[in-house]
């Protein structure tokens, strides 16, 4: 027998080996998971007796969601670990809420809870929203007012349908932004591999910027309307804007806007076809060698 033949052999009984007994061992825990965890995890309550306008946050892995406080105190309840707590404190009319600066989490166990921060607010309008996060989702949801929204992500999926007046600026590596019923001054949004998903929104200045994500637009209007993707396709339904500037290297630009456009467009390699049209506000639409079809459904 040759020696790679033996090797072969040696490496299929290791595999069968090692998946017999990930099989005992598993039998053994009943197949709860939970089991294997070492590190341990606690649900704390903190509460918040100052006033403040303004929110920041900073988190890593957790899920941060807002909820509207009923029984009108504010409170900011964390899943966490024992040995790593939050901080949470006001400073500067700003609630601020992040973990222990500078600090080492030295637990090497096995973690297989979810973290989570839960902000329960009293009241539905504030000043500035700040997030910077990792891997967590973020929630808003529609009951919320902001002056202005900034959040930095990396892989997790921001979605937020709270009102914004003057300014929304998120940016995220791989993770999702999904937006809906709001009217900022203006609106930015920049992904590498994150998809872009609006819906019913206002702005005078709109901007979209995405690597490989996809941008979809719903009902979505702004004066200027710029949308930027290099093979992420870009989706127009019922849009519009005063001027549109909409680029692909690779995707394709499709959809509906609400009014006539004076378009000028360019594909090297795909098919293009949009209305004739003298009147109406300018549209700029150019592609490599994704196609271009846009139809005015007024």
Same mark, same amino acid.
């Given at each position: 027998m040759s020696k790679t033949k033996k090797w072969l052999i040696a490496a299929v009984l290791l595999i069968v080996f090692g998946t017999v007994n990930c099989a005992v061992a598993s039998a053994a825990l009943g197949f709860n998971f939970n089991r294997l965890e070492t590190t341990e995890f606690v649900t704390s309550t903190y509460e918040v007796a100052d006033d403040f306008e303004n929110i920041d946050i900073e988190a890593d892995t957790e899920k941060i969601d807002f909820i509207y406080a009923d029984e009108g105190v504010c409170k900011v309840v964390c899943v966490e670990e024992k040995n790593n707590p939050h901080i949470v404190r006001v400073e500067n009319d700003t609630l601020k809420?992040?973990?222990?600066? +500078?600090?080492?989490?030295?637990?090497?166990? !096995? +973690?297989?809870?979810?973290?989570?921060?839960? !902000?329960?607010l009293p009241k539905d309008s504030f000043g500035d929203l700040k997030i910077a996060a990792d891997t967590g989702n973020v929630n808003i949801p529609s009951s919320f007012g902001f002056e202005n929204i900034e959040a930095e992500l990396n892989t997790g999926t921001f979605e937020c349908s709270a009102s914004a007046n003057q300014l929304v600026c998120l940016e995220s590596d791989t993770g999702a932004v999904k937006l809906s019923g709001m009217n900022p001054d203006t609106l930015s949004v920049s992904t590498d591999t994150g998809n872009i998903i609006l819906s019913d929104i206002k702005a005078a200045e709109l901007s979209l910027e995405s690597d490989t994500g996809k941008a979809t637009m719903t009902n979505c209007i702004a004066d200027n309307l710029n949308v930027i993707t290099s093979t992420g396709n870009i989706t127009f339904d019922k849009c519009d804007g005063n001027v549109i500037y909409a680029v692909s290297d690779t995707g394709n630009i499709t959809g509906t806007l609400l009014s006539g456009k004076i378009f000028n467009t360019e594909s090297d390699t795909g098919r293009i076809d949009v209305p004739a049209s003298t009147n109406g506000g300018t549209c700029e639409m150019a592609t490599d060698t994704g196609n271009i079809q846009i139809e005015v459904v007024e």
């Open positions: 809420i992040s973990q222990k600066p +500078g600090g080492f989490n030295l637990n090497m166990g !096995v +973690g297989l809870h979810e973290m989570t921060i839960t !902000v329960y």
